[in-house]
């Protein structure tokens, strides 16, 4: 797996994601934590603070296709949860490249700072969609993706990781499922048996990996 981190001015962003007047009033926008991410529909718990200390970024946000509903508030500093469907068209075939939003993403200083992760092929998709589509940015870092020594992830190759991140990512562990093997594997450009052997070979992993500390 690979991670691109790119960065870009806010007013760019607005302006490509149609929340300029609402992205200008941001100090702070940090994702602490991705919930869903799918094409359709993702939704993040993220921290915000407003320049402005009388405005809520519940109340500023107004769309018919986001729900944001406020969890702490301490000062001019909100924790919210953040749910998004049908985002617009560059979201959408960011999506289609396969690859995916990763922490950090955050705005600060006029600055938006965001991290992909996904094979060599996907970044390479990625960065000439947006190439493409004219969004302006700059490339800070590409490298291999590492996980924390304390990450169970790190416990599994770079395919059984692709392949479980694919799988949480399209919902094969909700309840009730959202997908199934062969949309992961068509997804992975993969056969359905050998998504069906990296998720098992996986899951063992990490089950062994959780059940010895007990």
């Known amino acids: ?67 944001v509903q406020l969890l702490e508030n301490e000062k001019n500093e909100s924790k919210v949860y953040f749910l998004r469907t049908n985002p617009n068209a560059l979201a959408s075939n960011v999506f289609a490249t396969g690859s995916y939003f990763s922490l950090p993403l955050e705005i ?9 992760l996904g094979t060599a092929q996907q970044i390479k998709q990625l960065l000439q969609l947006l190439r493409k589509s004219g969004f302006q940015f700059k490339i800070v870092s590409i490298s291999n993706a590492k996980f924390s020594p304390n990450s169970p992830l790190g416990l599994l190759t770079e395919k059984q990781q692709k392949v ?32 069906v052997r990296h998720r098992e070979k996986a899951e063992r992993k990490l089950l062994s990996a959780l059940l010895a500390e007990c």
């Open 1 to 67: 797996m690979r991670r691109v981190t790119i960065e870009s001015g806010i007013d760019i962003v607005g302006r490509f994601l149609g929340a300029d007047s609402i992205i200008r009033e941001l100090e702070l926008f940090e994702i602490i934590s991705i919930l869903r991410e799918e094409s359709n529909e993702w939704s993040i718990v993220c921290r915000v603070k407003m320049k402005n200390a009388s405005l809520s970024f519940d109340k500023c946000f107004v769309n018919e296709s986001a729900i």
């Open 108 to 116: 600060k200083d006029g600055r938006i700072k965001a991290s992909f």
């Open 164 to 195: 479980l991140i694919t799988a949480y990512r399209l919902g094969y562990y909700d309840i009730p499922k959202k997908t199934n093997t062969n949309e992961i594997a068509e997804k992975l450009h993969i056969r359905g048996s050998t998504a």
